[in-house]
């Protein structure tokens, strides 16, 4: 039997719900003032078609963030240079941070509220996973690297939601003066791995 797709009323609403949850994470102080109520309202529908499309408020969250990272994603597993596979990786390497940094500046609260369901600790939210999973993957092919693991936790720990909020609202650090520390940084771990024996 083929998989019956879904209506296009609820296609609309889906659109909508995930819009209206957008703007009200962008015009927030704090992402845990945004309720469920907040945004059935302001997307025009029921509770309930929340509840029904989402699950809950993390798995609306969830839809929202993967919704807003699909071009990144997509950039970074199949598309061309400096993000994509064919990409020597020092240069991959660069350009992922930079676009995980860019991502989290452009949807703060959003990312704030993601990091914040992994209850208490963010790298327990579930795309914490595949950002350390593909950094590693490339910190491996780099010679002299035997602490790839570590190493990805280490770099992805610069661009942590908190702390880029806090750089980039609190201290307002313009964006590209955070761009072009967090190359730096990432220079300096990557110049500071052991040569390969000769």
Not at 18 to 35: H, I
Not at 156 to 178: I, M, T, Y
Request: proline share 7%; glycine share 8%.
């Amino acid at each position: 039997m083929p998989e019956r797709k879904p209506r296009a009323d609820a296609l609309r609403n889906r659109e909508a719900v995930l819009a209206a949850a957008d703007r009200l994470f962008a015009a927030c102080d704090r992402p845990e003032d945004v309720t469920m109520a907040d945004i059935a309202a302001a997307a025009g529908v029921g509770k309930g078609t929340l509840f029904r499309g989402f699950g809950d408020r993390t798995g609306l969250i969830r839809a929202l963030y993967e919704a807003r990272l699909d071009p990144v994603r997509r950039a970074i597993t199949d598309g061309p240079r400096p993000l994509g596979p064919g990409t020597p990786p020092v240069e991959r390497v660069h350009a992922v941070l930079d676009a995980v940094l860019c991502f989290k500046l452009d949807h703060r609260h959003l990312s704030l509220a993601l990091e914040g369901t992994g209850a208490d600790s963010p790298y327990r939210a579930e795309h914490y996973d595949w950002w350390h999973h593909t950094l590693r993957e490339v910190l491996e092919q780099l010679p002299g690297f035997s602490d790839a693991g570590f190493t990805a936790h280490a770099l992805l720990a610069a661009v942590r939601a908190d702390l880029v909020d806090h750089l980039a609202g609190r201290q307002r650090v313009p964006r590209e003066r955070l761009r072009a520390d967090l190359a730096a940084f990432v220079t300096r771990v990557l110049d500071g791995r052991p040569e390969t024996a000769a």
